[in-house]
């Protein structure tokens, strides 16, 4: 996108994350590396030392932590991977190991929000060693049938639309998560968003629910899971969460009884983007830094 095109999307945007967005992107090329069929994106910067992973929801790409990893870069280095057009949730695991080997990365402190709240616990399952301390983010402890069924009957319903209409839906379902912003900052996002979801391809957004229905069907995690395994976790969640309901909230913090829990008021599903400054602390304090 030229900068022309970027000052006109985001014309009505909060001057501050607006230019933020900006020098980010300018100091942020994305790197890529093959894995089977598949090319991944993902960004890599910080200060060195201790890595922290970050693993998106179902806004597949990192970038969309951009604020987090800035402030997480002062201390860490970041890896911010994006998900290809996978569809099922070994690809990711398999992409994620691939991209720290490359990098010759031995162990992270791994950050998954939503979506990536499970490809995070899935990760720790198989790869404890390679985990430092874990931080589950605004995702759940279960999934139930009924999540299931909801998920490939929307997935058969996306089929059937054209990938404008999907976009649209998408986009509303987004800002509708992001409730209390002030009108700039909803600009911002509603520009910020409708870029994300223009750079995804219907084959892209279809691989998504296969990856969360396969997330789902295959994949469950019981108490002591990680009972060897001497790391350490922070649940962060909102009480007014309507993608994750109270049930799936309390299935999570059963799951990891001797974690740390700290619940937001009034953040909703996107905690990290409408309470940022308070998000970034508590992961900080976390992870010492």
Known sequence: MTDTNFDELYADANERLREALRRFRENHPPKEIEVGEWTW???????????????????????????????????????????????????????LVAILDAEGIEKVHVIGKAFGGGVAQVFAQQHPERIGKLVL????????SAYTKRVKNARNRARLFPQSTLRSAYLQSMLGNMKGLEEEDRAFYAAFFKELVERESKQEALAMYDC???????????????TNWGGSVLIIESEN???????RREALRDLYPEAQVHTFENAGHMASMVQPAAYQSVVLGFLGG
């Open 137 to 144: 983010s605004n995702t759940a402890g279960r999934y139930l």
């Open 41 to 95: 994106e993902y960004l890599d910067g910080g200060a060195g030392g201790a890595v922290v992973l970050i693993l998106p929801g179902g806004v597949r790409y990192g970038e969309t932590y951009f604020q987090l990893i800035g402030t997480l870069e002062s201390n860490y280095r970041v890896i911010a991977p994006s998900y290809p057009g996978v569809t099922t949730v070994a690809e990711i695991v398999d992409g």
């Open 212 to 226: 969360t229905i396969d997330l789902a069907q295959n994949f469950e995690w019981h108490v002591g899971d990680l």
């Open 241 to 247: 969460d309507e993608a994750i309901s109270a049930g």
